[in-house]
């Protein structure tokens, strides 16, 4: 936002969010086209916040499929991410990392072990990796099953 917008409480110009398409919320449509499926989940937009809207600009200073940025951070890390606050661009590639290296993980033990999404998931769970991944185990199992299918072309 420039100085005179927010001097004469302009909104900057605005465009229809290239990550939802304008309608809010991300579907399983909008996670394929910016391959992000093992990633994110459908629900509200963080790039617009939902508002389906952002300014013009915002492509140039954030990419449209930044995969840390999402809705269920806290919205004082949303805003550092789109300012490009170092920290928590840092904090985000390192979650990001982690997800990748699950990712890989996940891949080795099916490929090299021969399991499946449940005898990955139990593997996990003997780790004690996170406890709550008991209380999610059908969600955890699709999302093993999903990386299998992405990644091993089954």
């Known amino acids: 936002m420039s100085i005179w917008s927010k001097i004469f409480g302009m909104k900057a110009a605005q465009k229809s969010c290239p990550r939802c398409l304008g309608k809010g919320h991300v579907d399983w449509a909008d996670i394929k086209r910016l391959d992000r499926e093992l990633i994110w989940i459908p629900g509200k937009c963080a790039y617009c916040n939902g508002s389906g809207m952002v300014e013009r600009t915002m492509e140039e200073r954030v990419p449209v499929d930044l995969p840390f940025l999402v809705i269920n951070s806290p919205e004082a890390t949303r805003k550092k991410i789109i300012a490009g606050d170092s920290g928590a661009m840092e904090v985000g590639h390192f979650h990001h990392q982690q997800i990748n290296a699950t990712i890989d993980e996940i891949v080795y033990l099916h490929l090299e072990n021969g399991w499946d999404a449940k005898e990955i998931f ?33």
């Not at 999610?136 to 299918?149: G, L, M, W």
């Open 122 to 154: 139990e593997y996990f769970l003997s780790e004690g990796r996170n406890s709550k991944l008991a209380d999610k185990r059908d969600e955890v199992v699709d999302y093993i099953e999903r990386v299998i299918q992405k990644k091993c072309n089954v």
